[in-house]
């Protein structure tokens, strides 16, 4: 009788991919996009420690000003300081893009487990998952929003809504795989309960794949979210993200491109760096991927 895979630790992972072939080793560009993503995560959740400016603070006099040494990157049409609202503002929208991958993969996980194993529930789980992947997430997302009115947490919500069906697609295409193994097979002949077999025995098959798809999940909230803040469905406008400093800052782009490029480009390296480490985590923990490497 063969034993249930145990999932690969961080460690093991680490191990695993220094143990690789010189030409299949990790390149500079996932280095470099770990090394930029710490730095923006660091930088946003430290913020409030070295930002010059409150970012909510209104100052007419200086309206719309360039960079100079009282303020790093100009002021916006409120006079209020960019610096500290670019490094604020990536507060919130990591915290988007880090609760929306987390809800989703949680919730996703319980959804696809029963609707793999059970076939009864399958039948009737999965309609409900198809038909909210037939509706386009940005209009799933809007029409939440406005039932529900702007905040942080209707935002997380719709986000999660439109993302837990792909999770749950993916997990119950591993559990419909992993079911018919012999190990699987032997628990269920010997007994054991079906949290058990769940448990010990699925739910291991299902990490490797939910650690990429919550990359992935992460990288697409946040972009979500700053088109809902452009589109003046997002966030609270009196919140300061990406989104919605780009929001503010479009009807002034032919005077002030800058104060749409520099949100902009945080958000562009953040998305970028998330997706590189994304397609990395899928390179050493896909074992079929390595099969074919070697």
Not at 74 to 85: C, M, Q
Not at 98 to 122: E, K, T
Not at 129 to 145: E, K, N, Y
Request: glycine share 8%; net charge positive.
């Amino acid at each position: 009788m063969s034993a249930a895979p145990k999932p690969a630790s961080g460690m093991q992972i680490v191990l695993g991919a220094l143990s690789l072939p010189r030409a299949s080793r990790l390149g500079a560009a996932p280095l470099i996009a770990a090394g930029v993503l710490v730095l923006i995560i660091a930088a946003s959740v430290s913020a409030p420690l070295y930002i010059p400016h409150d970012p909510l603070a209104i100052d007419a006099l200086h309206r719309l000003k360039g960079p100079s040494a009282a303020h790093l990157l100009g002021t916006d049409n409120f006079g209020r300081d960019l610096f500290s609202r670019v490094m604020m503002g990536g507060r919130v929208s990591l915290s988007i893009g880090v609760g929306a991958a987390v809800v989703s993969v949680m919730l996703g996980l319980a959804i696809g487990l029963v609707s793999g194993f059970f076939r009864l529930a399958d039948a009737i789980i999965m309609p409900i998952m198809d038909s909210l992947m037939a509706i386009p997430s940005i209009l799933l997302a809007i029409a939440f929003v406005a039932l529900n009115g702007p905040s942080l947490w209707s935002v997380i919500a719709a986000i999660t809504i439109s993302e837990i069906p792909r999770v749950v697609r993916l997990v119950r295409s591993v559990v419909l795989s992993a079911r018919e193994e012999p190990y699987v097979e032997a628990a269920i002949a010997l007994g054991s309960s079906m949290p058990k077999i769940l448990i010990q025995h699925l739910l291991p098959n299902t990490l490797a794949p939910l650690i990429v798809q919550a990359t992935y999940i992460c990288a697409s909230a946040i972009l979500v979210e700053a088109i809902l803040s452009f589109l003046g469905a997002g966030v609270s406008s009196e919140i300061p993200t990406w989104g919605n400093i780009m929001a503010e800052g479009r009807l002034y782009f032919q005077i002030k491109p800058m104060l749409i490029f520099w949100p902009g480009l945080m958000l562009s390296v953040c998305i970028l760096s998330i997706n590189l480490l994304g397609d990395t985590a899928r390179d050493l923990i896909d074992p079929r991927l390595r099969q074919r490497e070697a």
